[in-house]
């Protein structure tokens, strides 16, 4: 990272500054709400509904960690473009074990409340498989997306710190609703 | 056997992940529970996506800003005025206010293309009067988050973040039921 001074704050430059991002995430979270807004008739969309807000933010908080990994792998020098790529092969792997770890630990929880606060849940294995499979392939086209920014970010000189992190917000919402609604009606068969 | 630096990633973020994870359950919960009202005003779910990403869009980075700002010296971690916490605090307000309004707008368009009968009035009030309200409470809360962080000698970069992305969609979800409470009451549902 450079150190110059950025100076003091100004309302005007932090509104200009953040609004055309925010502009574009809205839009794409607002396709979200699209495909949220679309599968509001399916029988299970109040139980999907509790894990929505978890989901979202589990697949960011790993493809983050895999991004910011990454950023540092290449300002450390430890990934150069063009090479056979060990480090990155790495860090999706264990992305991946994560995602397996928290997810099926997302299902479990998700269920025993559900269970608990309802009287019945839609089944342990089905809401497992449900949030292992919707979560894996989450995190894994998450991660492929992150990675790709990451090393382009860096080929173009730009700080990958930077760039990972509205790719996760803008597509992080989109693909987790499309994915955990697809994978449940597969599941389910509805 | 996996090699040493996959179970060492594993190892260290596994475990935070899955905690917060299973707190914001809470959200989900709350979410749920309130469904009916939800269902209520048709096209409240397209906004439902945006009004909890405005918590990381806007919040998050007035920590990460207000983080830096005490590292720099800029401001110092009590409450005081000067010009760097105003620039921060109405910036973040005023954003609140221009995503909100343009959340609306663009799920209003969406509901057009897509045919849905939807009353532009009750989309913008019901974002409007959620985004507000979450707005000056994450901004508040943020700021108290980054001072006292900072006190305590730890780096808010790494405190702040994590705690606001996380209360901050509990506290969305209310602000959106208060919304939906005071929208019904106006429309009269």
Same mark, same amino acid.
């Given at each position: 990272?450079?150190? #110059?001074?950025?100076?003091?704050?100004?309302?005007?430059?932090?509104?200009?500054?953040?609004?055309?991002?925010?502009?574009?995430?809205?839009?794409?979270?607002? /396709?979200?709400?699209?495909?949220?807004?679309?599968?509001?008739?399916?029988?299970?969309? &109040?139980?999907?509904?509790?894990?929505?807000?978890?989901?979202?933010?589990?697949?960011?908080?790993?493809?983050?960690?895999?991004?910011? #990994?990454?950023?540092?792998?290449?300002?450390?020098?430890?990934? &150069?473009?063009?090479? #056979?790529?060990?480090?990155?092969?790495?860090?999706?792997?264990?992305?991946?074990?994560?995602?397996?770890?928290?997810?099926?630990?997302?299902?479990?929880?998700?269920?025993?409340?559900?269970?608990?606060?309802? +009287?019945?849940?839609?089944?342990?294995?089905?809401?497992?498989?449900?949030?292992?499979?919707?979560?894996?392939?989450?995190?894994?086209?998450?991660?492929?997306?992150?990675?790709?920014?990451?090393?382009?970010?860096?080929?173009?000189?730009?700080?990958?710190?930077?760039?990972?992190?509205?790719?996760?917000?803008?597509?992080?919402?989109?693909? +987790? &609703?499309?994915?955990?609604?697809?994978?449940?009606? /597969?599941?389910?068969?509805? | 056997? $996996? @090699?040493?630096?996959?179970?060492?990633?594993?190892?260290?973020?596994? @475990?935070?992940?899955?905690?917060?994870?299973?707190?914001?359950?809470?959200?989900?919960?709350?979410?749920?529970?309130?469904?009916?009202?939800?269902?209520?005003? @048709?096209?409240?779910?397209? $906004?439902?996506? %945006?009004?909890?990403?405005?918590?990381? =869009?806007?919040?998050?980075?007035?920590?990460?800003?207000?983080?830096?700002?005490?590292?720099?010296?800029?401001?110092? @971690?009590?409450?005081?005025?000067?010009?760097?916490?105003?620039? =921060?605090?109405?910036?973040?307000?005023?954003?609140?206010?221009?995503?909100? !309004?343009? $959340?609306?707008?663009?799920?209003?368009?969406?509901?057009?293309?897509?045919?849905?009968?939807?009353?532009?009035?009750?989309?913008? $009030?019901?974002?409007?009067?959620?985004?507000?309200?979450?707005?000056?409470?994450?901004?508040?809360?943020?700021?108290?988050?980054?001072?006292?962080? !900072?006190?305590?000698?730890?780096?808010?970069?790494?405190?702040?973040?994590?705690?606001?992305?996380?209360?901050?969609?509990?506290?969305?979800?209310?602000?959106?039921?208060?919304?939906?409470?005071?929208? %019904?009451?106006?429309?009269?549902?």
């Amino acid at each position: 990272m450079d150190n #110059r001074d950025i100076g003091h704050y100004s309302m005007g430059k932090i509104i200009m500054d953040m609004l055309p991002i925010i502009t574009l995430l809205l839009i794409v979270s607002t /396709i979200s709400g699209y495909f949220l807004n679309k599968n509001l008739g399916m029988p299970v969309f &109040v139980s999907l509904l509790v894990v929505v807000p978890s989901f979202i933010n589990m697949t960011g908080d790993i493809a983050s960690v895999i991004g910011s #990994r990454i950023s540092s792998g290449l300002h450390l020098g430890k990934i &150069v473009i063009g090479k #056979r790529q060990k480090l990155i092969y790495h860090n999706l792997m264990a992305a991946l074990i994560i995602a397996f770890i928290t997810f099926f630990i997302l299902g479990i929880c998700a269920e025993t409340l559900l269970i608990f606060l309802n +009287g019945k849940g839609i089944g342990y294995v089905t809401f497992i498989l449900i949030t292992l499979s919707a979560g894996i392939t989450t995190t894994f086209i998450l991660s492929i997306f992150v990675i790709i920014t990451a090393l382009l970010s860096y080929k173009y000189g730009i700080d990958p710190d930077n760039t990972t992190s509205p790719i996760i917000t803008t597509l992080g919402d989109l693909i +987790g &609703v499309i994915n955990l609604f697809m994978f449940a009606k /597969i599941i389910i068969g509805g | 056997m $996996l @090699p040493k630096d996959i179970s060492h990633t594993v190892k260290d973020c596994a @475990p935070s992940i899955s905690m917060y994870g299973i707190l914001e359950l809470l959200a989900g919960i709350v979410l749920a529970g309130t469904i009916n009202k939800l269902e209520m005003i @048709p096209g409240v779910f397209i $906004l439902l996506p %945006g009004i909890m990403d405005m918590k990381g =869009n806007i919040s998050c980075a007035l920590g990460s800003r207000l983080a830096s700002a005490l590292h720099l010296g800029y401001i110092k @971690p009590y409450f005081h005025m000067n010009r760097d916490i105003k620039a =921060n605090i109405y910036s973040s307000l005023i954003l609140s206010f221009i995503a909100s !309004f343009l $959340l609306s707008v663009f799920a209003f368009i969406l509901t057009l293309i897509i045919g849905l009968n939807v009353s532009f009035v009750a989309l913008l $009030l019901i974002s409007l009067i959620s985004g507000i309200i979450a707005g000056v409470v994450l901004t508040f809360l943020t700021i108290f988050i980054a001072f006292l962080s !900072f006190r305590r000698g730890m780096d808010p970069d790494d405190i702040t973040i994590p705690f606001v992305a996380t209360i901050g969609d509990i506290f969305t979800i209310f602000s959106l039921i208060v919304a939906i409470g005071v929208v %019904g009451w106006i429309i009269g549902i």
